[in-house]
């Protein structure tokens, strides 16, 4: 069943965009293998991520990411089964800078609902396809699992 998971965690003091660099190239070789694909979202302080995939392989996923020492406190938004991929040319976009993920604090994750953060990664992703940033990495992968 394509399941679409969100979520949202801190990012520790002196993460820096390198890091974020390296768990992307991380995800983008890793993600096809498991058809996951999705958006991350940092803006200097926090998370936001969207995984599309089994609930299987997206349960198994975030409790790893959960784990990771480059995150904290990680708090699940949303899961839910859905029709189509919203991220299905991306093993893992990335939505930084866009929409409110520059780095100017507007994000406030723990005072929205599941519906605010979706919008805001949602903005973030059609601005980001817009500049045509968002990496395409994911060829071959079926639409519905
Ligand atoms: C914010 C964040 C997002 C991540 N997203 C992914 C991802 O989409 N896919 C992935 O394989 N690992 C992702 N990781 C890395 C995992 O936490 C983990 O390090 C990686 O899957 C390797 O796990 P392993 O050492 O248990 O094999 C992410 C880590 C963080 C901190």
Same mark, same amino acid.
């Given at each position: 069943m394509l399941t679409r998971l969100v979520y949202f965690s801190e990012a520790p003091p002196g993460l820096g965009r390198d890091q974020v660099d390296a768990i992307l190239r991380l995800s983008r070789e890793r993600n096809p293998g498991r058809e996951i694909t999705g958006g991350l979202a940092w803006d200097g302080r926090y998370f936001v991520q969207a995984l599309e995939g089994h609930r299987m392989t997206l349960t198994d996923l975030v409790l790893r990411i959960a784990a990771?020492?480059?995150?904290?406190?990680l708090v699940i938004v949303s899961m839910r089964e859905v029709?189509?991929?919203?991220?299905?040319?991306?093993?893992?976009? @990335? !939505?930084?800078?866009h929409g409110v993920f520059t780095?100017?604090? @507007? !994000?406030r994750p723990y005072a929205l609902d599941a519906r605010g953060i979706e919008a805001h990664l949602e903005e973030a992703l059609r601005a980001a396809a817009a500049s045509g940033a968002p990496t395409r990495a994911g060829q071959g992968l079926p639409l519905v699992l």
């Open positions: 990771d020492r480059r995150n904290r406190n029709p189509v991929r919203r991220f299905p040319i991306w093993s893992m976009a @990335d !939505l930084s800078g780095g100017g604090g @507007d !994000l």
